[in-house]
C-alpha cells in the first residue's frame, strides 16, 4: 500500500499533466478553458451558419461534414490517447456557464433524474433520429441540432443548481464519459491530509462570491508545523464541479468533464490531472456504483455501436422491408423504433441479465449475489469491446477522406474547393485491417477484465463465471466485423466518390 507524501505515492498518481511546461499553464490559467470554448463556439457558429445558409450537399457542408465525419473520429482517438478533451472544450458548456452566473440559487435536478436513465434515452434518441431523419444528410437538420444543443444547455443551467446537462442528459456527454474510464489521465487530489483540514472544499463548493471574503486556513505539511494559508472568495473566484463530484473521493472518470474547475478552484494546489495505467479503473471493484442505469449504460453502448454500423449496410434495409411486409406495418418510424429498441434497449439488457445468470448458475454462486450485483461487476469490461467497435466504425469513416474538410472549408471561406487535391483515402484492405486489430484489441482487454472480475467474484471457478461473458464479447465482435465487412454507405463523402 502507497502511504501519503511517499514515492510510492507519487507514482502511484502518475506523472502531473498540469506541470508541463506549456500545456499545464494554459490549462490551469483561469481563462484557459474559456479560450477553448470561445474558439469552439466560434466553430460551432460557424458549422450553423453553412448548415442554415451554405450548400444542401452533406459532404460540401461543414455542419455535416464536421460533427459526421470529423468530431466522431476526433473524440474516440482523444479519449484514448489524452482523456475527454472534447467536454473540456465543449462549446455547450459556455452558456451554461453563463447561466449558471445569473442563477446562483438555481433548484436541485429532480432526485428521480439523477440517474443515468435520462442519458440511456437520450442515446437512443439521438441515434434513432440520426437515423431516422438522416441527420448526416441535411445539413439544415444538423444546424438546427446544434442550436438545439446550445437551447437546451443553458436551460438546463439557468433552472438547476448542478451541471444537469452534462451528467443527466447530454448525449455526447455520456459517450465520452464512459469511453474516458478507458482514458490515460484521471482527476486525482495529492495528498488526503491536506483535504482532510481543508475547511471550504472549494474543489466542489467553489470560490465565487458576490462579496470578497478571506479565511485562514491552517494546512499540514509532512515533519513540519502546519502552515497558515489566506484563502480568498469574491467575484473573481471560480465555480466548484459542476458535476459535483468531490475531489478527494473521486475514483472514476464517470461524471468528470475534464473542466478542470476544481484545480482552478482549489485553494491550496492540491488537486491535478494525473496520467495514469489506461482503463486502471476498470479493473477495480470500487470505481462505479453498483446501480442499473450505470451498469446497463456502458452495456447498451456497445450494442449501440453495433446497430448504429448496422443502420449503413444492405441487411438492414432488408429487415426494414422484411417486418414492414410480415408484420404490415407501413410507418417507416414504427419500424425503426422496433428495430432500434431491440437492438439498443431490450438485446443489451436481456444479454447481460443471462450471462449473469448463467455465470451464477455455472458457478453455484447464485445465492450470494444479486443479478444487480453480477452486472455490475462485469459491466465495466464492456467498455473496452464497445469503444473498439465505435472505433473501428469512425476510423472507416476518417479514413476513406482523411483531409477532404479542407476543400469544405475552402469554399465555407468563399474560395474554390480543391477537391481533386485533397480527395485521397486511404486503401480499402489497409482500413479493413486497421478495423480489425482496433476490434480485437477491444475483445482482448474486455476479455482481460472480465477474467479479473471472474476471479474476484468466483474464485476457483471463475473460468465457469467467465464463460457467458466471453461468449457476448466474442459475439459482439464478430458480429461487428461481419457488418464492417459488408459495403457499408460512405456518408458524407459518398457523393465525391462516384
Ligand atoms: S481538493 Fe483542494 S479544495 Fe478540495 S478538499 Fe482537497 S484541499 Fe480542499
Ligand atoms: S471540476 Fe469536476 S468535472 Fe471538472 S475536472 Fe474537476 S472533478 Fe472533473
Same mark, same amino acid.
Given at each position: 500500500?502507497?502511504?501519503?507524501?511517499?514515492?510510492?505515492?507519487?507514482?502511484?498518481?502518475?506523472?502531473?499533466?498540469?506541470?508541463?511546461?506549456?500545456?499545464?499553464?494554459?490549462?490551469?490559467?483561469?481563462?484557459?478553458?474559456?479560450?477553448?470554448?470561445?474558439?469552439?463556439?466560434?466553430?460551432?457558429?460557424?458549422?450553423?451558419?453553412?448548415?442554415?445558409?451554405?450548400?444542401?450537399?452533406?459532404?460540401?457542408?461543414?455542419?455535416?461534414?464536421?460533427?459526421?465525419?470529423?468530431?466522431?473520429?476526433?473524440?474516440? &482517438?482523444?479519449?484514448? %490517447?489524452?482523456?475527454?478533451?472534447?467536454?473540456?472544450?465543449?462549446?455547450?458548456?459556455?452558456?451554461?456557464?453563463?447561466?449558471?452566473? %445569473?442563477?446562483?440559487?438555481?433548484?436541485?435536478?429532480?432526485?428521480?433524474?439523477?440517474?443515468?436513465?435520462?442519458?440511456?434515452?437520450?442515446?437512443?434518441?439521438?441515434?434513432?433520429?440520426?437515423?431516422?431523419?438522416?441527420?448526416?444528410?441535411?445539413?439544415?437538420?444538423?444546424?438546427?441540432?446544434?442550436?438545439?444543443?446550445?437551447?437546451?444547455?443553458?436551460?438546463?443551467?439557468?433552472?438547476?443548481?448542478?451541471?444537469?446537462?452534462?451528467?443527466?442528459?447530454?448525449?455526447?456527454?455520456?459517450?465520452?464519459?464512459?469511453?474516458?474510464?478507458?482514458?490515460?489521465?484521471?482527476?486525482?487530489?495529492?495528498?488526503?491530509?491536506?483535504?482532510?483540514?481543508?475547511?471550504?472544499?472549494?474543489?466542489? =463548493?467553489?470560490?465565487?462570491?458576490?462579496?470578497?471574503?478571506?479565511?485562514?486556513?491552517?494546512?499540514?505539511?509532512?515533519?513540519?508545523?502546519?502552515?497558515?494559508?489566506?484563502?480568498?472568495?469574491?467575484?473573481?473566484?471560480?465555480?466548484?464541479?459542476?458535476?459535483?463530484?468531490?475531489?478527494?473521493?473521486?475514483?472514476? =472518470?464517470?461524471?468528470?468533464?475534464?473542466?478542470?474547475?476544481?484545480?482552478?478552484?482549489?485553494?491550496?494546489?492540491?488537486?491535478?490531472?494525473?496520467?495514469?495505467?489506461?482503463?486502471?479503473?476498470?479493473?477495480?471493484?470500487?470505481?462505479?456504483?453498483?446501480?442499473?442505469?450505470?451498469?446497463? %449504460?456502458?452495456?447498451?453502448?456497445?450494442?449501440?455501436?453495433?446497430? =448504429?454500423?448496422?443502420?449503413?449496410?444492405?441487411?438492414?434495409?432488408? /429487415?426494414?422491408?422484411?417486418?414492414?411486409?410480415?408484420?404490415?406495418?407501413?410507418?417507416?418510424?414504427?419500424? %425503426?423504433?422496433?428495430?432500434?429498441?431491440? /437492438?439498443?434497449?431490450?438485446?443489451?439488457?436481456?444479454?447481460? &441479465?443471462?450471462?449473469?445468470?448463467?455465470?451464477?448458475?455455472?458457478?453455484?454462486?447464485?445465492?450470494?449475489?444479486?443479478?444487480?450485483?453480477?452486472?455490475?461487476?462485469?459491466?465495466?469490461?464492456?467498455?473496452?469491446?464497445?469503444?473498439?467497435?465505435?472505433?473501428?466504425?469512425?476510423?472507416?469513416?476518417?479514413?476513406?477522406?482523411?483531409? /477532404?474538410?479542407?476543400?469544405?472549408?475552402?469554399?465555407?471561406?468563399?474560395?474554390?474547393?480543391?477537391?481533386?487535391?485533397?480527395?485521397?483515402?486511404?486503401?480499402? =484492405?489497409?482500413?479493413?485491417?486497421?478495423?480489425?486489430?482496433?476490434?480485437?484489441?477491444?475483445? /482482448?482487454?474486455?476479455?482481460?477484465?472480465?477474467?479479473?472480475?471472474?476471479?474476484?467474484?468466483?474464485?476457483?471457478?471463475?473460468?465457469?463465471?467467465?464463460?457467458?461473458?466471453?461468449?457476448?464479447?466474442?459475439?459482439?465482435?464478430?458480429?461487428?466485423?461481419?457488418?464492417?465487412?459488408?459495403?457499408?454507405?460512405?456518408?458524407?463523402?459518398?457523393?465525391?466518390?462516384?
Amino acid at each position: 500500500m502507497s502511504v501519503e507524501g511517499s514515492p510510492q505515492h507519487h507514482s502511484a498518481l502518475g506523472m502531473d499533466v498540469l506541470k508541463l511546461p506549456l500545456l499545464g499553464r494554459l490549462l490551469r490559467h483561469r481563462h484557459g478553458r474559456l479560450a477553448l470554448q470561445a474558439l469552439l463556439t466560434l466553430v460551432a457558429l460557424a458549422l450553423v451558419l453553412d448548415g442554415v445558409v451554405g450548400p444542401q450537399s452533406a459532404a460540401r457542408n461543414l455542419a455535416t461534414v464536421a460533427p459526421w465525419v470529423y468530431l466522431r473520429g476526433f473524440v474516440v &482517438i482523444a479519449l484514448l %490517447l489524452a482523456g475527454n478533451l472534447v467536454c473540456m472544450g465543449c462549446p455547450f458548456t459556455l452558456p451554461r456557464t453563463l447561466a449558471k452566473r %445569473l442563477s446562483r440559487s438555481g433548484r436541485r435536478f429532480p432526485q428521480r433524474l439523477r440517474n443515468k436513465w435520462l442519458s440511456i434515452f437520450s442515446l437512443f434518441a439521438l441515434f434513432f433520429f440520426y437515423e431516422y431523419l438522416d441527420l448526416w444528410a441535411s445539413p439544415w437538420l444538423s444546424a438546427w441540432l446544434i442550436v438545439l444543443y446550445f437551447a437546451a444547455s443553458f436551460a438546463l443551467e439557468a433552472l438547476f443548481a448542478e451541471s444537469a446537462f452534462c451528467k443527466y442528459v447530454c448525449p455526447l456527454g455520456a459517450f465520452n464519459m464512459v469511453y474516458s474510464t478507458l482514458s490515460p489521465t484521471r482527476i486525482a487530489v495529492k495528498s488526503h491530509d491536506i483535504c482532510a483540514s481543508c475547511v471550504g472544499k472549494e474543489c466542489v =463548493n467553489g470560490s465565487y462570491a458576490p462579496q470578497t471574503v478571506i479565511r485562514v486556513d491552517e494546512i499540514p505539511v509532512a515533519d513540519q508545523a502546519a502552515q497558515r494559508k489566506e484563502v480568498r472568495h469574491g467575484p473573481r473566484g471560480t465555480l466548484g464541479c459542476g458535476t459535483e463530484l468531490f475531489a478527494p473521493q473521486i475514483r472514476s =472518470n464517470l461524471d468528470c468533464t475534464f473542466c478542470l474547475d476544481c484545480v482552478r478552484a482549489c485553494p491550496h494546489d492540491n488537486v491535478s490531472l494525473f496520467t495514469r495505467v489506461p482503463g486502471a479503473e476498470l479493473s477495480r471493484a470500487d470505481s462505479w456504483s453498483r446501480r442499473w442505469d450505470v451498469s446497463l %449504460l456502458a452495456i447498451a453502448l456497445g450494442f449501440m455501436g453495433i446497430s =448504429n454500423a448496422f443502420g449503413m449496410v444492405p441487411p438492414y434495409y432488408a /429487415l426494414q422491408e422484411w417486418l414492414a411486409l410480415n408484420l404490415g406495418i407501413s410507418s417507416e418510424f414504427i419500424v %425503426l423504433l422496433l428495430i432500434f429498441a431491440a /437492438l439498443n434497449l431490450l438485446l443489451p439488457a436481456a444479454v447481460s &441479465i443471462t450471462a449473469a445468470w448463467l455465470g451464477r448458475a455455472l458457478t453455484g454462486f447464485h445465492k450470494r449475489d444479486s443479478l444487480r450485483e453480477t452486472v455490475a461487476a462485469f459491466a465495466p469490461a464492456f467498455v473496452p469491446v464497445g469503444f473498439g467497435i465505435w472505433f473501428a466504425h469512425y476510423s472507416f469513416h476518417l479514413l476513406v477522406g482523411p483531409v /477532404l474538410v479542407v476543400p469544405v472549408v475552402q469554399e465555407f471561406l468563399g474560395g474554390v474547393g480543391d477537391w481533386q487535391r485533397f480527395s485521397v483515402s486511404l486503401d480499402i =484492405n489497409a482500413i479493413g485491417l486497421i478495423q480489425l486489430v482496433l476490434l480485437l484489441a477491444g475483445f /482482448l482487454w474486455s476479455l482481460r477484465l472480465a477474467q479479473k472480475a471472474a476471479l474476484r467474484l468466483y474464485r476457483r471457478a471463475a473460468l465457469l463465471g467467465l464463460l457467458p461473458w466471453a461468449l457476448v464479447f466474442l459475439l459482439l465482435m464478430l458480429l461487428a466485423w461481419q457488418i464492417f465487412t459488408l459495403p457499408m454507405e460512405m456518408r458524407g463523402t459518398l457523393e465525391l466518390f462516384s
